[in-house]
Structure formats: structure tokens, C-alpha cells
């Protein structure tokens, strides 16, 4: 039925096997919209976080896909600027990916603070001195730049391309990609970090709380460095699991090298330096404090279990298996290790966030666990079901894929 | 944000942060102008043929941009990146003056290959059209043999108007069969003086521009052979059922209307390879 509008020559299920995998998608998205329009109108009673947990899952999630949805500044980056063109093969893909983490961050942001008619005010009025406003500013701004590079993947729909306008402006959009992917880097690049600067800066949160460079604490360097690392592991995971799904082979094993070696000397260089950082921390920042490091994992859901798993399991472990010749040809630890260091990341951003509020910070304070309400995690589910169903939509109708239509017919 | 709004000050925090906001959107507002400027230069200069077939050649498989030299052996693998259009290609020159006999010859008789006819007295363009001069200096272009068969007999065509241009690799007339639209490229640059149709063999007349010499770009002779040939080999791998692997025919002629023996879907695919139009 809508075979007029899938990218010729490409095979691509029937559209009511299409629509019976959308199907719980939507369902899912439809009653995420209704936890959100819960919030929006009757407020933040709706969800379980209060003044000490005014962080929750929320923020917990947009950390964790914004540093997801670096695959698509990292690659664009490669790609454009060091001009590794293997990865063509992938970038249509991170693009799609990228504006998903990021449009869905910016979603659940929006009802988090609450107030989206009133969202200009943090522009109109911005506090220059908050990392906040810096993420917010950078996060706006490349969501932008994502947008104009998702454009000409669309405009390169079957049925789009055919009106000469839209064809001649995806054709000079296309040209002037190296610029928006300077751009983007640029962007990224410090909204990673202010992301993390934002807890360095936390001196009422011992856990938290980094030494640094500069105005920077380490925290500022640690995210970048953390989220180019996991980038090219969520667009080789995410390849692959479509792959999987779709039931074709998407792109040349070689990709697949290369996004693993480069994830693998990124993630080494980051577990040294956060090995290094964690020391300095409990040597000598946290003492500084007033703080007594062994309190930090004193309490049983948070024990030292935690920092073993973040550095070594999801962090050391997944770089030896890319940096491993023999092990990264084989597709089963090749993709087990892209898992773990997704994995990692996400770990890691759950450690910054509910970690950091569930330490106490005064002598008569209790340790504390704060669970999501329904409201909160069917939100964050909605940002899940959203990502899977735009997706979808652009795997069918769109080329993602460039190297496909060669491998199918053999 | 500005000054004279609430909160804004004169001082560094303000000027650098604010500085950098407003470089990064006009870097963007910049990009995105340029592309749009740059848009409307290419439709008042009629770029967008030219345009839409680089894009196009961009986006087709390596297989179907492989270099005409590597049909005679004198290249190992090459992949075109010039749409081909031989006319502005330094290596093509340069491997035509290493033959001894400089520009393949035209074949003296028509031939056969892998069941699909190649006249002698025409030349062939790698979207599978064809040109042949005429004594009064005009040329008719047409559609191959193997083209031919591929559509069948087609449901609809539509021609360029008389007195419109047509360019190389530009769209020349399309074709409708069972549903799917199949774009001709045109061969040759020039004016469109009539039409023809089925019973004349060929789809248009056209006064070429200039002398209309030029037509380094076509193959002839055996080098078309040996094309269609691999082009053949193409469409039976494209048309071999999923999961069975490349599989060829071992005998038989091709079929008269192909286009009637596979899906609809089938032969979109195959019109998007064998008239490189992904």
C-alpha cells in the first residue's frame, strides 16, 4: 500500500506487519501523553520527587540519551572534519538517532520545568553564570542544527525528491554539511561538559563535588570524553539491533571495525582518567570537604559494587573487548561490549544524578530513595516509544542506510 | 538577552556568553541562508537537471557506477564519480590514448549479447538509450533492447514537449508499466523537433547542439556488447528471488515483456538499477 513512498529497490516488510509493530508503540506513547498532560496541568504533584529528590528520573534519562545521542555529533564529526568516510555508511542514522535523544531531552525537559508557555524566559532572561544555561542554550541550538541535518535525509524521500525545489535545496544542504557539523561539534562539546559541570560545581554534594581546570571541574571533561567514547557503541548497538529487527544487513562488517576501535581507544583513554579522578576525589577532594569517602557507599543499594561495576564491567571490560583484534571480528562480543559501554554511560549518568541526592549531606540526615510515580515512568517511556516509532517511520521511508541496497543484492 | 531587558549587564559573563550564542546562530542562520541562496541561483540558471542527476549518481550502488573500462580489462575496478559523463574524464583520455586504436570502433554488424540486440548503427548510453544520426543531421534517440523488454508495452509515456531542451543525462521522456514510473535519461544535448513512437523505433527526434560530434560519453561496438552483456548479468541478479543468492541463466532468450512476468514491486528495483534511478 504504501510501497510508493519506501526507497526503491530496498525490501521492507508488508504494512500491516508495520503497522501491528507500531501498534504498541503508539499505545504506549498515547498513555505517556496522557501521564504528561498530568503533569502540565496539575504540576509536579504528579510525580515523586520533592526538595530533596528534585532531580528524578527525568533528568536522569536526558543525561542519559543526550550522551547516547553523541553518536551523531562524534560521527558527524569523523566523518565531515577528519574525513573517515566509512562512516557514510552510519550517518544518516546517528542523525536520526541524534535529533531523537535530543528532541525527546527536550520534551521531557519542557515538562519537567513546567511552564512551556513560558520556556522563553530562560532565553529572554538567561542567568549567564548557570551551566544550566549554557546546556539550555547549546541543547536548543544544536536541536536546531539536527533538525537541518535530518531535513535532507527526509527531503530524500522517494516521493519528496521528485519536486525540484526540495531536491535542489537538500542538494546545496548536503554541501554545506561540514559547517553544521563544525557547529554541532562545537555545541556539543560544551553542553557535554556543562552537563557534567553542572554536578563538579555541587559543593553542598560531596559526592558530587570535583576538583578542576579552570572554571571546569573534572566532571566538565569526564562527560565529553565519556559521551564521544559510548557515541560510535550506541550507533554500531543501535545498527545492529535494526539489523536484527529488519532482518537485513545494513552495513559492511567494516563499519562496525572501525566505530568499535575508535569506541574502544576512547573508552580506555576515559576509564584511566576517571580511575585517576575517582582517587583525587576520595584522597583528597572529598576529604577537603568534611566528607568521609567510606559514608559514600556506606548504604547497601549504593555500595562499592556501584563504582566496580560503572569503571570496570561497563567501562574497562568493553574497551579491551573493541581494543582486541580477535575479539571485535566476532559479533557476539562486538556487540556485547557496545551493550556494556552503553551501559556504562547510562550507569554513570544514574550515579551523577540519584546517586548524588541519595548521600546525605547533613550529620542528622537519613539516606534516601526516591522511586519514580507512574506519571514519571510513563514519560519517560512516551521518549522510548517516540524514538522507536520516528525511527521506524524513517528506516522504512527513508535511506538510512546506503551501503543496504548493495549488500541485498549480494 | 539585550541590552535594556531585564537582567542583562555590560559586564564579561554577559559579553561572552551572549557573544558566543549569537556567533553559533548567526554561523547557522548563515549555512542555512547560503543553501537557500544557492537553491534559487541553481533554478534561475535551470541547474536542477543537472542537480537532481549528480544526486542521483550519488546515491546509486557502486555496482552501478562502475567505470566502462573495467568492461575491457584496462582498469581492475573503478568507480565512476563523474555521472558518466566520459567527456570530462582525464583518466578516460588518457586510457584512449594509451590504445593503439584510439576510440572503439562501431561495429560493422549489429549484434547479440546475452540475448539482447545491439545495433551497429547507433550508440549507447549507460541509462539505455540510444542515438543514431541521421543524413539530414538531426538524431533519434530511443530506448535499448534491453529496456524495451523490461518494460514491455508500456501503459503510458510522456515526451518532452517539441521545442523543449533535452541534456546528457537529464530526463529525457518516461514510461509507465504495471504502476511503476521509469525515467529515461536523455543521451545527447539538444532541441526536441518531433516525437515517434512504436512503430517508428525511436521516441524523439532532436537537433543536437553544435555539431553534436561529441558524443565521447556513448559506447559502440563491442564495448556496448560487452555492457549490455553485464547488464543483463545485473538485472538477472536483481531479479533472482530472495535468499537464492546471484544466479544466472544458463540458456533461453529473454523475454519480450518481462515486466508481465514479475511483481510490480520486482520491477521497480529493477527499472531503479538498469535506468539509474534509485
Same mark, same amino acid.
Given at each position: 500500500?504504501?510501497?510508493?513512498?519506501?526507497?526503491?529497490?530496498?525490501?521492507?516488510?508488508?504494512?500491516?506487519?508495520?503497522?501491528?509493530?507500531?501498534?504498541?508503540? %503508539?499505545?504506549?506513547?498515547?498513555?505517556?501523553?496522557?501521564?504528561?498532560?498530568?503533569?502540565?496541568?496539575?504540576?509536579?504533584?504528579?510525580?515523586?520527587?520533592?526538595?530533596?529528590?528534585?532531580?528524578?528520573?527525568?533528568?536522569?534519562?536526558?543525561?542519559?540519551?543526550?550522551?547516547?545521542?553523541?553518536?551523531?555529533?562524534?560521527?558527524?564529526?569523523?566523518?565531515?572534519?577528519?574525513?573517515?568516510?566509512?562512516?557514510?555508511?552510519?550517518?544518516?542514522?546517528?542523525?536520526?538517532?541524534?535529533?531523537?535523544?535530543?528532541?525527546?531531552?527536550?520534551?521531557?525537559?519542557?515538562?519537567?520545568?513546567?511552564?512551556?508557555?513560558?520556556?522563553?524566559?530562560?532565553?529572554?532572561?538567561?542567568?549567564?553564570?548557570?551551566?544550566?544555561?549554557?546546556?539550555?542554550?547549546?541543547?536548543?541550538?544544536?536541536?536546531?542544527?539536527?533538525?537541518?541535518?535530518?531535513?535532507?535525509?527526509?527531503?530524500?524521500?522517494?516521493?519528496?525528491?521528485?519536486?525540484?525545489?526540495?531536491?535542489?535545496?537538500?542538494?546545496?544542504?548536503?554541501?554545506?554539511?561540514?559547517?553544521?557539523?563544525?557547529?554541532?561539534?562545537?555545541?556539543?562539546?560544551?553542553?557535554?561538559?556543562?552537563?557534567?559541570?553542572?554536578?563538579?560545581?555541587?559543593?553542598?554534594?560531596?559526592?558530587?563535588?570535583?576538583?578542576?581546570?579552570?572554571?571546569?571541574?573534572?566532571?566538565?571533561?569526564?562527560?565529553?570524553?565519556?559521551?564521544?567514547?559510548?557515541?560510535?557503541?550506541?550507533?554500531?548497538?543501535?545498527?545492529?539491533?535494526?539489523?536484527?529487527?529488519?532482518?537485513?544487513?545494513?552495513?559492511?562488517?567494516?563499519?562496525?571495525?572501525?566505530?568499535?576501535?575508535?569506541?574502544?581507544?576512547?573508552?580506555?583513554?576515559?576509564? %584511566?582518567?576517571?580511575?585517576?579522578?575517582?582517587?583525587?576525589?576520595?584522597?583528597?577532594? %572529598?576529604?577537603?570537604?568534611?566528607?568521609?569517602?567510606?559514608?559514600?557507599?556506606?548504604?547497601?543499594?549504593?555500595?562499592?559494587?556501584?563504582?566496580?561495576?560503572?569503571?570496570?564491567?561497563?567501562?574497562?571490560?568493553?574497551?579491551?573487548?573493541?581494543?582486541?583484534?580477535?575479539?571485535?571480528?566476532?559479533?557476539?562480543?562486538?556487540?556485547?561490549?557496545?551493550?556494556?559501554?552503553?551501559?556504562?554511560?547510562?550507569?554513570?549518568?544514574?550515579?551523577?544524578?540519584?546517586?548524588?541526592?541519595?548521600?546525605?549531606?547533613?550529620?542528622?540526615?537519613?539516606?534516601?530513595?526516591?522511586?519514580?510515580?507512574?506519571?514519571?515512568?510513563?514519560?519517560?517511556?512516551?521518549?522510548?516509544?517516540?524514538?522507536?516509532?520516528?525511527?521506524?517511520?524513517?528506516?522504512?521511508?527513508? %535511506?538510512?542506510?546506503?551501503?543496504?541496497?548493495?549488500?541485498?543484492?549480494? | 538577552?539585550?541590552?535594556?531587558?531585564?537582567?542583562?549587564?555590560?559586564?564579561?559573563?554577559?559579553?561572552?556568553?551572549?557573544?558566543?550564542?549569537?556567533?553559533?546562530?548567526?554561523?547557522?542562520?548563515?549555512?542555512?541562508?547560503?543553501?537557500?541562496?544557492?537553491?534559487?541561483?541553481?533554478?534561475?540558471?535551470?541547474?536542477?537537471?543537472?542537480?537532481?542527476?549528480?544526486?542521483?549518481?550519488?546515491?546509486?550502488?557502486?555496482?552501478?557506477?562502475?567505470?566502462?573500462?573495467?568492461?575491457?580489462?584496462?582498469?581492475?575496478?573503478?568507480?565512476?564519480?563523474?555521472?558518466?559523463?566520459?567527456?570530462?574524464?582525464?583518466?578516460?583520455?588518457?586510457?584512449?590514448?594509451?590504445?593503439?586504436?584510439?576510440?572503439?570502433?562501431?561495429?560493422?554488424?549489429?549484434?547479440?549479447?546475452?540475448?539482447?540486440?545491439?545495433?551497429?548503427?547507433?550508440?549507447?548510453?549507460?541509462?539505455?538509450?540510444?542515438?543514431?544520426?541521421?543524413?539530414?543531421?538531426?538524431?533519434?534517440?530511443?530506448?535499448?533492447?534491453?529496456?524495451?523488454?523490461?518494460?514491455?508495452?508500456?501503459?503510458?509515456?510522456?515526451?518532452?514537449?517539441?521545442?523543449?531542451?533535452?541534456?546528457?543525462?537529464?530526463?529525457?521522456?518516461?514510461?509507465?508499466?504495471?504502476?511503476?514510473?521509469?525515467?529515461?535519461?536523455?543521451?545527447?544535448?539538444?532541441?526536441?523537433?518531433?516525437? /515517434?513512437?512504436?512503430?517508428? /523505433?525511436?521516441?524523439?527526434?532532436?537537433?543536437?547542439?553544435?555539431? /553534436?560530434?561529441?558524443?565521447?560519453?556513448?559506447?559502440?561496438?563491442?564495448?556496448?556488447?560487452?555492457?549490455?552483456?553485464?547488464?543483463?548479468?545485473?538485472?538477472?541478479?536483481?531479479?533472482?528471488?530472495?535468499?537464492?543468492?546471484?544466479?544466472?541463466?544458463?540458456? /533461453?532468450?529473454?523475454?519480450?515483456?518481462?515486466?508481465?512476468?514479475?511483481?510490480?514491486?520486482?520491477?521497480?528495483?529493477?527499472?531503479?538499477?538498469?535506468?539509474?534511478?534509485?
Amino acid at each position: 500500500m504504501d510501497a510508493p513512498l519506501i526507497v526503491r529497490g530496498l525490501r521492507r516488510c508488508s504494512t500491516r506487519r508495520f503497522l501491528a509493530w507500531m501498534l504498541p508503540w %503508539a499505545a504506549l506513547l498515547g498513555v505517556g501523553l496522557l501521564a504528561i498532560g498530568l503533569c502540565l496541568v496539575k504540576g509536579l504533584n504528579q510525580t515523586n520527587m520533592d526538595n530533596r529528590f528534585a532531580f528524578g528520573l527525568w533528568i536522569f534519562l536526558d543525561l542519559a540519551v543526550i550522551a547516547l545521542g553523541a553518536g551523531a555529533f562524534f560521527t558527524g564529526f569523523l566523518l565531515y572534519i577528519l574525513r573517515r568516510h566509512e562512516l557514510s555508511a552510519v550517518i544518516n542514522s546517528a542523525v536520526v538517532i541524534g535529533f531523537l535523544c535530543y528532541s525527546g531531552a527536550i520534551g521531557v525537559l519542557m515538562v519537567d520545568v513546567g511552564q512551556p508557555l513560558r520556556a522563553w524566559f530562560t532565553f529572554w532572561h538567561p542567568n549567564v553564570h548557570s551551566m544550566l544555561t549554557e546546556v539550555t542554550f547549546c541543547i536548543t541550538c544544536y536541536l536546531t542544527v539536527l533538525a537541518f541535518e535530518y531535513l535532507p535525509i527526509v527531503l530524500k524521500n522517494r516521493q519528496l525528491r521528485r519536486i525540484p525545489s526540495f531536491l535542489v535545496f537538500e542538494f546545496e544542504l548536503h554541501k554545506v554539511m561540514p559547517v553544521l557539523a563544525g557547529v554541532g561539534t562545537f555545541l556539543s562539546f560544551f553542553h557535554q561538559g556543562s552537563l557534567g559541570g553542572l554536578y563538579g560545581v555541587l559543593r553542598g554534594r560531596p559526592f558530587a563535588f570535583r576538583d578542576g581546570f579552570a572554571i571546569w571541574p573534572s566532571t566538565f571533561f569526564l562527560f565529553i570524553l565519556s559521551a564521544i567514547a559510548v557515541g560510535p557503541s550506541f550507533v554500531l548497538l543501535t545498527t545492529w539491533l535494526v539489523g536484527k529487527i529488519s532482518g537485513r544487513t545494513l552495513v559492511r562488517p567494516g563499519v562496525f571495525q572501525l566505530l568499535a576501535r575508535i569506541s574502544g581507544w576512547l573508552l580506555a583513554v576515559y576509564v %584511566a582518567a576517571k580511575c585517576v579522578d575517582t582517587l583525587l576525589w576520595l584522597n583528597r577532594t %572529598a576529604p577537603r570537604t568534611g566528607a568521609a569517602p567510606y559514608q559514600f557507599y556506606a548504604w547497601e543499594p549504593f555500595g562499592t559494587w556501584v563504582l566496580f561495576v560503572e569503571i570496570v564491567a561497563f567501562g574497562l571490560a568493553p574497551a579491551l573487548v573493541f581494543l582486541s583484534r580477535r575479539l571485535r571480528a566476532r559479533t557476539g562480543w562486538l556487540v556485547g561490549a557496545a551493550t556494556l559501554a552503553c551501559a556504562g554511560v547510562v550507569t554513570n549518568r544514574f550515579v551523577m544524578t540519584i546517586q548524588t541526592l541519595t548521600v546525605p549531606t547533613l550529620p542528622f540526615e537519613p539516606y534516601m530513595l526516591y522511586w519514580p510515580s507512574w506519571q514519571e515512568v510513563a514519560t519517560f517511556l512516551a521518549v522510548v516509544a517516540y524514538a522507536v516509532i520516528v525511527y521506524s517511520l524513517s528506516f522504512r521511508y527513508l %535511506a538510512l542506510f546506503p551501503q543496504e541496497r548493495e549488500l541485498q543484492q549480494g | 538577552m539585550f541590552p535594556g531587558i531585564d537582567g542583562f549587564a555590560w559586564d564579561t559573563g554577559h559579553i561572552v556568553f551572549l557573544g558566543a550564542f549569537y556567533t553559533v546562530l548567526l554561523a547557522i542562520a548563515a549555512t542555512v541562508s547560503l543553501a537557500a541562496m544557492r537553491s534559487r541561483r541553481d533554478f534561475r540558471l535551470h541547474h536542477e537537471q543537472a542537480i537532481r542527476w549528480q544526486a542521483e549518481f550519488h546515491d546509486l550502488p557502486a555496482s552501478c557506477r562502475r567505470c566502462r573500462h573495467e568492461l575491457s580489462g584496462e582498469v581492475a575496478d573503478r568507480t565512476c564519480g563523474l555521472g558518466f559523463d566520459c567527456r570530462r574524464c582525464a583518466e578516460h583520455a588518457r586510457l584512449l590514448a594509451a590504445r593503439s586504436g584510439g576510440l572503439p570502433k562501431a561495429a560493422v554488424s549489429d549484434g547479440v549479447a546475452a540475448g539482447f540486440r545491439v545495433l551497429a548503427d547507433r550508440r549507447y548510453h549507460r541509462g539505455h538509450a540510444w542515438v543514431r544520426r541521421e543524413p539530414d543531421g538531426s538524431a533519434v534517440v530511443g530506448l535499448d533492447d534491453l529496456g524495451t523488454r523490461l518494460l514491455g508495452e508500456p501503459d503510458a509515456v510522456e515526451l518532452p514537449p517539441v521545442g523543449s531542451r533535452v541534456e546528457v543525462n537529464g530526463t529525457g521522456w518516461t514510461l509507465t508499466r504495471n504502476g511503476v514510473r521509469a525515467r529515461i535519461l536523455a543521451p545527447i544535448d539538444g532541441t526536441v523537433t518531433a516525437h /515517434g513512437g512504436p512503430d517508428c /523505433g525511436w521516441a524523439l527526434r532532436v537537433k543536437p547542439d553544435g555539431d /553534436g560530434a561529441d558524443d565521447r560519453h556513448l559506447l559502440a561496438g563491442e564495448e556496448a556488447r560487452r555492457w549490455t552483456a553485464r547488464e543483463a548479468e545485473r538485472l538477472q541478479i536483481a531479479l533472482a528471488a530472495d535468499g537464492v543468492g546471484a544466479a544466472l541463466a544458463d540458456g /533461453g532468450v529473454p523475454l519480450d515483456d518481462i515486466a508481465r512476468a514479475i511483481t510490480p514491486s520486482e520491477l521497480d528495483a529493477a527499472c531503479g538499477l538498469v535506468f539509474l534511478e534509485p
